[in-house]
């Protein structure tokens, strides 16, 4: 079992930043795959991102590539979501998520656990 909680979210303009947090409690989280989905209103939950156990193999959906950043501390429990040049259709609620098995997937039917989400809005 693991808890995950994100934490970062809030309202900024486009073009602007935000970090986000999911801190992990529970099992070991270097045993696990992370990934980062988001859920727009009306829209189904997609994948953003995802990285490896260690950290050093990462993913991402290509509406993100080159403006979004994902990454982890071990040492910390904490998986991060670095995001600069935010688009208003950036906006969502977004969750991180656990995978048991080490695979670095983009499918969300894979991943065993999830938080409970933060909002994201960006204004135009």
């Known amino acids: 079992q693991v808890q995950l909680v994100e934490s970062g979210g809030g309202l900024v303009q486009a073009g602007g930043s935000l970090r986000l947090s999911c801190a992990t409690s529970?099992?070991?989280?270097?045993?696990?795959?992370m990934g980062w989905f988001r859920q727009a209103p009306g829209k189904e939950r997609e994948f953003v991102a995802t990285?490896?156990?260690?950290?050093?193999?990462?993913y991402y959906a290509d509406s993100v590539k080159g403006r979004f950043t994902i990454s982890r501390d071990n040492a910390k429990n904490t998986l991060y979501l670095q995001m600069n040049s935010l688009k208003p259709e950036d906006t969502a609620v977004y969750y991180c998520?656990?995978?048991?098995?080490?695979?670095?997937?983009?499918?969300?039917?894979?991943?065993?656990?999830w938080g409970q989400g933060t909002q994201v809005t960006v204004s135009s």
């Open positions: 529970g099992r070991t989280f270097s045993t696990f795959a």
């Open positions: 990285i490896s156990r260690s950290g050093v193999t990462t």
């Open positions: 998520a656990a995978e048991s098995l080490g695979r670095r997937t983009t499918n969300r039917d894979d991943y065993d656990y």
